[in-house]
């Protein structure tokens, strides 16, 4: 019987501790894990779910702390010896070689002599792909598979390896929701099977529909077991953040005035052989709206947004503000006609991560009386920036901060707030709340929804459905570089926004064309 | 006739040194490493390998001393640009500014000896094939062994599971460390034949080419070799044919002017430098079969685990 029970514990962490200069990543976590069970690991950014997953790999060693692999004491030393004892995982950027084949990554991560015979190989993927319903081509390349498809492989070469605890990391993250269904399918076949996973996610719904036993970590250490079927959203909500954080905005409905910008038949043929391009992409904006543009990372949102921003030059199609067409403007002209824009990345684009803050400030807003004849006016820069750090709750030592030292959230309040200060007409956001806290997605959301009552037109571009049903008035989707058709976020149901999100829509303007 | 099959054999000949170097650096650059410093360890392959058959009498002593050296020299820059993670660039530029210098210094009391450097030797049968026997099959030993060194290269990179973790390695260290892969060993290993087949190169300028010594006798050879990589987009069979035309180009300048051809000979010497680079860009159009045979990490140092 005492066997039996030691048997059915897969994996049990003990007081688990490490640290980095300057932060305590994980400050005693206790995990467990047992035999068929789906097990989620909630928690925000940062708070040390990531370092977790890296000593259960065997990418770090833990600083105190006992690993216990079925009823034995390990210590991993590298993510080889992880395999080999059972633990597979799928990051949640793949490590996938775009310029090999899917069988030719997998080969690599096997043993040579398992993985010379090629057409055996080919064999047990396939069989393996087919038992859990993932169907893959062996012989493409990953260059040409979808992110969907990408994370199949990464899966099936963990089940090759006869995984018996495979370990996600927001693996639902970059799929669409059909593709979120079939994966829980998978998992769950996974499951009865006997094999252990650890779910890494930070979306509660699913966490609920999907999950036996979750565990939340909050600041390195776990502030709650439970099981997630049996509780609220809200209530684990509360366990990642604590009490003293807003956890949700409220929006209110908003009030469309007159047509703002209008972009028909846009074009833009990439350079990179393996680059998204633009074709005909339509879309209408309106004062005093949010519209949003869903899509799987990597289907031109990032060529959307350059478009807009002057940073690409369309071969096609006019992009016109007010009626005046404003495609043949540089990127500067168009800021000065009202039109911000905040990319994707923080450092780098929306920001440079060595100039304090108040230089940063100038690198958009310089229009702003910032400069005058040629020359900088370095205190109302100051107080421009002291101004965007007051009125956006960005937490930082002052204006003279580097915006590479700040967190995600606080730096892209910051940012945000250099573009809403200036008032302008159109705001194109890219992930704005990607990787921030809860408490500054509130802030940032907050701030997006004043900016809209008072007359901006807004375009979000997310990856996050949550967000883009919570804030905006009209949907669309980007699939390989064509927009669907706009449509109410009230009418819009999710599994139509699926297929438009898989490319799925000349059909569907067809349908309401003949209706 | 005669004349197109004298042209043709020393074609094969002038493009040998530069097909051993382009091989070694193939491979050197499929692992994501950049060393620039080919024309240094092709010097020091050059002053080792004549001064070791000069001192011991024999053309393999000099053959292996000449590797030795070339794998010492590229170990010296993997330290530097794998172990240390220094800028590739900067390290490449220090090795070939120190080979060169070295070498002129250990080569200064060889200046003015000879040697009786390899002589040709006909492969039975193959040599009576008409003009290509003669062209091919009645070579050194050396020439030879670039055919050898072409062919296992091509299979290797083609074929082998060495071969795929090379291609992953240059293509993403972080990926292929992820997926448990030994990227500095890797790495480390095609370096070190970089060096071999950069001494083997300097070897053959030595001891088979011109069987002498004398200062930057390579003359920029390590560098065409490194163009021609690139505009070879990183595949052996395009190689080969670009060291060929750069061969041929070099036989063709003399014979021109051998022939009476009145124009500069500064022109004409800039012809196979032009010509094939000009080929070689005009072969390299299709971007995916570029993309996929581009080793993405090239140049970028990459230190496990940051």
């Not at chain 1, 039109?339 to 690198?363: C, H, K, T, W, Y």
Request: charged content about 20%; overall charge negative; glycine content about 10%.
């Amino acid at each position: 019987m005492g066997l039996c029970m030691t048997a059915a514990i897969r994996l049990k962490l003990e007081n688990i501790v490490k640290e980095y200069p300057g932060c305590r990543a994980n400050d005693g976590i206790d995990l467990t894990v047992e035999a068929g069970e789906i097990h989620a690991l909630l928690g925000e950014n940062g708070a040390g779910k990531s370092t977790l997953m890296k000593v259960i790999y065997g990418v770090v060693q833990p600083d105190e702390g006992r690993v216990v692999w079925n009823g034995h004491a390990v210590q991993v030393d590298n993510p080889a010896q992880a395999r080999r004892m059972g633990i597979g995982m799928v990051f949640q950027h793949f490590s996938l070689f775009e310029t090999l084949t899917v069988a030719e990554n997998i080969a690599l991560s096997l043993p040579p002599d398992e993985a010379r015979n090629r057409s055996q190989l080919n064999q047990r993927i396939n069989e393996v792909s087919e038992r859990y319903g993932m169907e893959l081509d062996p012989r493409r390349y990953i260059s040409t598979l979808s992110v969907g498809e990408r994370q199949r492989v990464e899966i099936v070469r963990c089940l090759i390896q006869e995984t018996t605890l495979l370990i996600l990391d927001e693996p639902t993250s970059v799929l669409t929701p059909q593709e979120v269904t079939s994966l829980f399918a998978t998992l769950r076949t996974l499951s009865k099977e006997g094999c252990s996973i650890l779910f890494i996610s930070h979306k509660l719904e699913e966490v609920r529909s999907l999950c036996h036993t979750a565990t939340v970590l909050r600041q390195g250490r776990v502030s709650g077991d439970c099981q997630p079927a049996e509780i609220s959203a809200s209530e684990i909500a509360r366990l990642m953040v604590g009490d003293d954080t807003p956890i949700s905005t409220r929006v209110t409905a908003a009030e469309p005035g007159e047509p703002l910008m209008e972009v028909s038949g846009l074009g833009w043929k990439s350079k990179d052989p393996f680059g998204t391009s633009l074709r005909n992409v339509n879309l209408d904006l309106h004062k005093g709206e949010i519209v949003g543009i869903a899509g799987v990372a990597g289907n031109g949102q990032d060529e959307l947004l350059k478009a807009l921003s002057g940073e690409i030059r369309a071969d096609a199609g006019t992009i016109c503000l007010s009626g005046q067409n404003i495609e043949t403007l540089f990127p500067d002209q168009r800021r000065k006609l009202g039109v911000a824009i905040v990319p994707e990345e923080r450092l780098g684009r929306g920001a440079v991560p060595d100039m304090s803050l108040a230089d940063n400030a100038l690198l958009t807003a310089s229009g702003q009386g910032l400069v005058e004849r040629g020359l900088i006016r370095s205190g109302r820069v100051r107080e421009f920036s002291r101004e965007v750090i007051r009125r956006f709750g960005v937490r930082c030592t002052g204006e003279n901060s580097t915006a590479g030292s700040l967190s995600g959230g606080n730096l892209q309040k910051y940012i945000i707030g250099r573009e809403a200060l200036q008032n302008p007409r159109l705001l194109v956001a890219s992930h704005p709340t990607w990787g921030v806290d809860v408490g500054s997605a509130v802030a940032i959301h907050e701030s997006l929804v004043k900016l809209r009552d008072e007359g901006a037109a807004i375009l979000l571009i997310s990856e996050d459905l949550d967000e883009l049903y919570q804030l905006c008035n009209r949907l669309g989707a980007l699939c390989d570089g064509r927009l669907s058709p706009l449509a109410p976020t009230s009418e819009l149901h999710i599994e139509q926004l699926g297929q438009w999100m898989a490319g799925e829509f000349e059909s569907t303007e067809v349908a309401h064309a003949v209706a | 006739m005669e004349l197109l099959t004298n042209v043709l054999a020393a074609t094969v000949v002038a493009g040998t040194p530069l097909l051993l170097v382009a091989l070694g650096e193939l491979i050197c650059e499929r692992s994501g490493v950049l060393n620039l410093g080919q024309e240094g360890m092709m010097l020091m392959g050059a002053v080792a390998g004549f001064a070791a058959a000069l001192s011991s009498g024999s053309l393999l002593v000099g053959v292996v001393a000449a590797v030795m050296a070339g794998i010492a020299m590229s170990l010296l820059f993997a330290f530097m640009a794998v172990t240390l993670a220094a800028n590739q660039y900067a390290a490449g530029l220090a090795l070939t500014i120190f080979g060169t210098g070295l070498s002129a210094f250990l080569g200064a009391g060889f200046v003015g000896s000879s040697i009786d450097g390899f002589s040709r030797v006909a492969i039975p049968l193959l040599s009576d094939i008409p003009v290509l026997g003669r062209v091919f099959f009645n070579q050194d030993a050396l020439v030879y062994t670039s055919f050898i060194a072409f062919a296992v290269v091509a299979l290797f990179l083609r074929n082998s599971r060495g071969g795929l973790l090379l291609r992953a390695i240059g293509e993403d260290p972080e990926a292929a460390n992820a997926n448990g892969l030994k990227v500095l060993l890797v790495r480390y290993l095609a370096v070190a034949f970089g060096g071999g087949m950069a001494g083997l190169a300097g070897a053959y300028l030595s001891l088979a080419y011109t069987p002498l010594w004398t200062e930057n006798m390579t003359a920029g050879r390590g560098w065409i070799a490194l163009a021609l990589v690139v505009f070879a987009t990183w595949r052996p069979e395009r190689l080969i044919l670009g060291a060929y035309l750069f061969g041929a180009a070099s036989i063709l300048h003399l014979v021109l002017q051998g022939l009476g051809w009145k124009s500069s000979t500064e022109l004409l010497a800039m012809l196979p430098y032009v010509v094939t680079i000009l080929m070689l860009v005009l072969l390299s159009w299709n971007p995916v079969r570029t993309r996929l045979n581009t080793p993405l990490s090239l140049g970028q140092p990459y230190r496990p685990g940051s």
